[in-house]
């Protein structure tokens, strides 16, 4: 029971991260958006990863983030294999497409990959330095798999569909992401509750930052006068 219930939350985060994306570029001007090739990238690229452990009994072996094993490239290439079986790894690489689709129309092409390469980087560190968790992993099936850079990038969408919206309904949406992220941590110690938090807050830094800048830019200089 406590099995499916960890499924069926982590399931429902991401729907509430999906429709917060559909909320934030308006659901009626998907057709005129163009190709989003960063998320066309990363999606190819977990393919890819898929294909290849079908066709290499030891591609697990030799890719995965096992801390027990050496390798830099471990985290990084592990984010591109998948060890849920068939289902999980059909729904990661749709998350993961849907997801940086719509960042991309939000952000643009290299922030974000560069939201999705923090979500691969950041939320070890960030445990380590808040004191949360103990340590490294000893679960295999925490070695693998694309499911955390995906909450972690898809919580920006909840950030720019906050930042977007004076909609009472859409902004309760937006602020239950992060919210249900973080019970999920605190009752069930689901990751991906917690690395959603984590997106949600670099989202935010992101937009402040892009928002101050855009400010200094339009700015009239003080000798112009």
């Not at 690395?195 to 930052?209: I, M, R």
């Amino acid at each position: 029971m406590d099995a499916v219930l960890f499924n069926v939350t982590t399931a429902a985060l991401m729907v509430m991260i999906i429709n917060s994306g559909l909320g934030a570029i308006g659901r009626d001007t998907l057709r005129g958006r163009p190709v989003p090739w960063a998320a066309v990238g990363l999606t190819v690229l977990a393919v890819a990863g898929v294909v290849l452990q079908l066709c290499w009994s030891g591609a697990m072996a030799a890719l995965d983030n096992d801390p027990a094993k050496s390798g830099w490239w471990r985290v990084l290439t592990s984010v591109f294999l998948q060890n849920g079986g068939p289902g999980g790894a059909l729904w990661n690489i749709a998350t993961l497409a849907l997801a940086a689709a719509l960042a991309q129309w939000l952000w643009g092409g290299t922030l974000t990959l560069v939201f999705f390469a923090a979500g691969i980087l950041l939320p070890e560190h960030l445990d380590a330095l808040l004191g949360l968790g103990s340590g490294p992993s000893t679960d295999p099936r925490n070695f693998a798999g694309s499911s955390g850079a995906t909450y972690f990038l898809g919580a920006t969408l909840a950030l720019a569909l906050l930042t977007r919206t004076r909609v009472k309904k859409q902004q309760a949406l937006a602020i239950a992401v992060p919210v249900l992220g973080l019970l999920m941590w605190l009752l069930q110690e689901n990751g991906h509750g917690l690395v959603t938090v984590y997106g949600f807050a670099l989202g935010a830094l992101a937009w402040a930052v892009r928002r101050f800048l855009g400010r200094t830019e339009t700015e009239p200089s003080p000798h112009s006068a």
